[in-house]
């Protein structure tokens, strides 16, 4: 199983991302499917997940109204869409899949990518 995430860079505040991670070795559609992100020093932090169910998708306060999941199923990839960037949302972004029926820790998560950095200056 890999999930390889891309998509980082380096933008001004407001700017906008989009993320992808596409998996290998497993379906996309079987899996609740998250995106966390972790600076130095700091605990992993999870930012939302897209269900596998319909539409089920929950977002943290952090990042709700900014950051959008959505999938393609077809495409085996799913996406984290980031707008209105902030200095704050520096960090390194992963994605990773969960078949855990409460998919909002970081516990529940068995598959990781290897992450990607996001760095917003001001």
């Known amino acids: 199983v890999q999930l390889q995430a891309s998509g980082g860079g380096s933008v001004q505040a407001g700017d906008s991302l989009r993320l992808s991670c596409a998996a290998s070795g497993l379906t996309l559609r079987n899996y609740h499917m998250g995106w966390f992100r972790q600076v130095p020093g700091k605990e992993r932090e999870f930012l939302g997940v897209?269900?596998?169910?319909?539409?089920?998708?929950y977002y943290e306060d952090s990042v709700k109204g900014r950051f959008t999941i959505s999938r393609d199923n077809a495409k085996n990839t799913v996406y984290l869409q980031m707008n209105n960037l902030k200095p704050e949302d520096t960090a390194v972004y992963y994605c990773a899949a969960s078949s855990n029926v409460t998919p909002y820790y970081v516990r529940s998560y068995t598959y990781w990518g290897q992450g990607t950095q996001v760095t917003v200056s001001s």
């Open positions: 897209g269900k596998r169910s319909i539409p089920g998708t």
